[in-house]
């Protein structure tokens, strides 16, 4: 059988690890193209040598001397950016991951979308600053494209062929961080440490601190707004302690479908490049438990007054959207 041509852009990263460790069990189907990362050279080098991987890119100055400098070098192409792209992708991939963190992750995934044949994107504020121009890029190159965020992902399987204005109401449901039940009078004593634990994903430091405030919802918000093309008043945010519901969509035909799987991003990646391809992953049963103890809730605006920035975000495309993504990455 053709193996599957795949790339991951933040391969070391907590997607792009998560995407690796199934690469792993099923290396007789894939061929790992390019994997790319800003200055982590040693887990790139040891994800290189498992997949005996071609082309790198190594964004950190340092990390690309180091890199250039090594044995590795003799076997492997070395690049510090994606300006050699069209030389490393001869031939389409059949799979792209965008897991970049931050604006870094616009520009790779833009000039790589007319290089594969699925553009699977979780670096989210590319999407939240971009969308119309990966959009365009989608269309033009006919590339489809996966969610990879959870809440989308999620929207995405429940539409399935539906359109988009068959929904009447969207929920995406908001886990509430490590402080939903703590008293808000403490919150000026929290320190970055006891905000970094989330206690349901493992995920990198940008978004383990976003979910902390539920920053992360107003993004994900802006998110499902663009990727469905939907209106800021279909759209609702509920908290929900189990992160067991991923979203709920209710139809305009009164139908409202629920996708639920355990707080695992292995779930959605493993199903975004399995999609046509039937396979089946080892998941835990169904908790009966859990589904019985919901507890999906409105958010407390009083303790998460960041969700107030939804009300006074723009109907149609603007700088707005950008900018509030650039200021958390520079508060940070
Ligand atoms: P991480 O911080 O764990 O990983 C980021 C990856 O991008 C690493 O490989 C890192 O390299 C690389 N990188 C960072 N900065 C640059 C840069 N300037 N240029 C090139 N490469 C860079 O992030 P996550 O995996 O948690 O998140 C990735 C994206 O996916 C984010 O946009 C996030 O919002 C989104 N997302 C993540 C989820 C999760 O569960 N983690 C869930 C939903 C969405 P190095 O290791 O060398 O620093
Ligand atoms: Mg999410």
Aim: charged share 25%.
């Amino acid at each position: 059988m053709i193996k599957k041509k795949i790339s991951i852009f933040g391969s070391t990263g907590s997607i792009g690890k998560s995407l690796i460790n199934i690469l792993k069990k099923d290396k007789k189907n894939f061929e790992v193209v390019l994997l790319t990362a800003d200055k982590n050279y040693k887990d790139l080098i040891k994800q290189a040598k498992l997949f005996n991987v071609k082309n790198l890119i190594i964004k950190n100055e340092k990390s690309y001397n180091i890199l250039k400098n090594s044995p590795l070098s003799k076997k492997v192409n070395i690049y510090k950016d994606f300006t050699k792209i069209k030389k490393i992708f001869k031939k389409k991939n059949d799979f792209i991951m965008s897991a970049i963190s931050g604006l870094s992750g616009l520009e790779p995934t833009l000039i790589s979308i007319k290089h594969t044949k699925n553009m699977l994107i979780a670096n989210k504020e590319s999407i939240i600053c971009g969308w119309n121009l990966i959009e365009k890029e989608l269309k033009k190159n006919k590339t489809n494209f996966i969610p990879i965020d959870s809440e989308h992902f999620s929207i995405f399987s429940l539409l399935e062929n539906n359109r988009t204005d068959s929904i009447d109401k969207v929920y995406i449901t908001a886990s509430g961080g490590p402080f939903i039940d703590f008293p808000k009078k403490k919150f000026k004593k929290i320190s970055p440490k006891e905000a970094l634990k989330h206690p349901s994903w493992q995920m990198g430091k940008k978004i383990s601190i976003d979910s902390a405030t539920l920053m992360n919802k107003v993004f994900e918000v802006i998110e499902a707004k663009k990727i469905f093309n939907l209106d800021y008043k279909n759209i609702s945010i509920l908290t929900h302690p189990n992160s067991y519901v991923h979203s709920i969509i209710k139809f305009n035909n009164g139908l409202t479908k629920v996708l639920i799987h355990d707080p695992d991003m292995t779930i959605p990646i493993f199903n975004s490049i399995y999609c046509t391809n039937k396979k089946n992953i080892n998941s835990k049963p169904l908790d009966i438990k859990i589904l019985n103890n919901l507890n999906l809730k409105k958010v407390d605006i009083n303790k998460f007054p960041l969700v107030n920035l939804i009300k006074i975000l723009p109907k149609n495309n603007s700088l707005f959207e950008p900018i509030i993504t650039f200021f958390s990455i520079i508060v940070l």
